[in-house]
């Protein structure tokens, strides 16, 4: 059996198309966007053609895209950009459950004298648009909800969020990245001014992102030193990366619904399997407002790592509830914030399904795990004295 990968929320492999089309802009077509001559004319053209392909797949004007070195940086020049342009001590409001990539920014912004509203999650993952709405302030500047969380897939309701953010005529924020390419979304009906995505979670190579800034939203550029991206955000483009983004993009637009019924079955098919077979077992994020990639589930009496450990033995790559933090193993802020104690937020296992994954890896994935489980939880007492040590620390 060739190794198994249930892990795309980390990063997805990138799809033979988007490598063949990315290829001739390390080769013969290496100009600088930004020079007036032919080389540089030709990447140029590229460049822009691949801004329309990434503004078609979120219904997006072309030039309300700007393109950055990933997910990490376009969540960055959103709350930054949005919050400094707006004003010195402002008011931000996000969820607990959000990614570090949009977490610390925030927390950074408290440092420089903005307020910083954390609002909670219900047990599902949700945000309660009416602890939003009760949250805004005259000094509101920004706020910034995901629209589908990383760990547990739940999808928060972005539509409301954003009628209110409407309404005050306040920037709202989102970043997208799990959730563009896997489950259609469209800037308009949603009605959000800035939109995070990152390529190599569509299929894309790593290192490249965008933001999509709505028309008429303040920004203030976070990277300086050139004119590119309408001075939005200087460098030289990585051109190659970008055509590679502008491929998978054009490529989800017409496949991701036909995936996504193929994943979410397998996904579906593997939870029922789990929770008939290997419990006590509870699942992680809302049972039906969930990407179709995403399956969390918290394996009673049994740490996540040593599961994680042992599936890697046998060729499968799963990720845990848990996080690194500064070499201890931390339980996951969203299994915490979700309300899960930290002994079964460790207990958890997110598999992450993609494009690539067959009925045959699913059921070898349920054996190997049956076993692996079997033997933790007959194991479980010896199991749990090790858990006081960090075993893993350092390691991730
Ligand atoms: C992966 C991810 C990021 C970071 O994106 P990079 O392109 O890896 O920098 C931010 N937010 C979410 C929800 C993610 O899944």
């Known amino acids: 059996m060739e190794p198994i990968y249930l892990d795309h929320s980390a990063t997805t492999p990138i799809r033979p198309e988007v490598l063949e089309a990315m290829y001739p802009y390390f080769t013969d077509i ?8 032919t080389f540089g004319q030709k990447a140029k053209k590229a460049l822009e053609e691949a801004r ?3 503004a078609r797949l979120i219904g997006a004007h072309p030039s309300e895209i700007v393109f950055t070195s990933g997910g990490t940086e376009a969540d960055n020049l959103a709350i930054k950009g949005a919050a400094l342009a707006r004003e010195e001590d402002g008011h ?17 912004l408290e440092k420089r004298g903005f307020k910083v509203s954390f609002l909670p999650v219900d047990h599902h993952g949700l945000v309660d648009p009416d602890d939003v709405r009760k949250a805004i302030t005259d000094r509101t500047v920004l706020i910034s909800i995901m629209h589908a969380n990383h760990e547990v897939g739940t999808v928060e309701p972005l539509e409301e969020i954003a009628k209110l953010a409407m309404e005050r005529d306040i920037p709202f924020h989102t970043d997208a990245i799990q959730s563009v390419g896997k489950v259609p979304i469209d800037v308009e009906t949603v009605g959000v001014n800035l939109l995070t995505l990152s390529a190599h979670k569509l299929y894309g190579p790593k290192g490249v992102g965008a933001l999509y800034i709505r028309r008429g939203t303040k920004i203030l550029p976070q990277v300086l030193g050139g004119h590119q991206e309408v001075n939005l955000r200087a460098g030289t483009e990585n051109v190659g990366g970008i055509i590679g983004l502008g491929k998978a993009a054009e490529i989800a637009l017409l496949s991701m619904e036909a995936e996504g019924r193929k994943i979410s079955r397998l996904r579906d098919g593997l939870w029922k399997e789990i929770r008939e ?22 394996f009673d009496g049994i740490e996540g790592e040593s599961i994680l450990i042992n599936l890697d033995l046998k060729g499968i790559a799963v990720s845990t509830g848990s996080a ?48 692996v489980v079997r033997r933790l939880r007959s194991t479980s007492s010896l199991n749990r004295s090790a858990m006081a040590a960090p075993r893993y620390g350092g390691k991730c």
Do not use: Q, W
């Open 30 to 37: 290496f100009g600088n966007a930004s020079s007036i001559h």
């Open 52 to 54: 329309g392909s990434v």
């Open 92 to 108: 931000i409001i996000t969820s607990t459950v959000e990614h570090p990539a949009v977490l610390a920014p925030c927390h950074d």
């Open 277 to 298: 077979h290997l419990g006590p077992v509870k699942l992680n994020g809302h049972p039906v407002r969930r990407l179709p990639n995403i399956l969390n589930v918290t």
């Open 324 to 371: 690194c933090t500064s070499g201890s193993l931390e339980p996951s802020h969203v299994l915490l914030a979700m309300g899960r104690s930290p002994t079964m937020a460790r207990e958890s296992v997110r598999f992450s399904l993609g494009i690539g994954n067959t009925r045959e890896e699913m059921e070898y994935t349920v054996t190997v795990l049956g076993e």
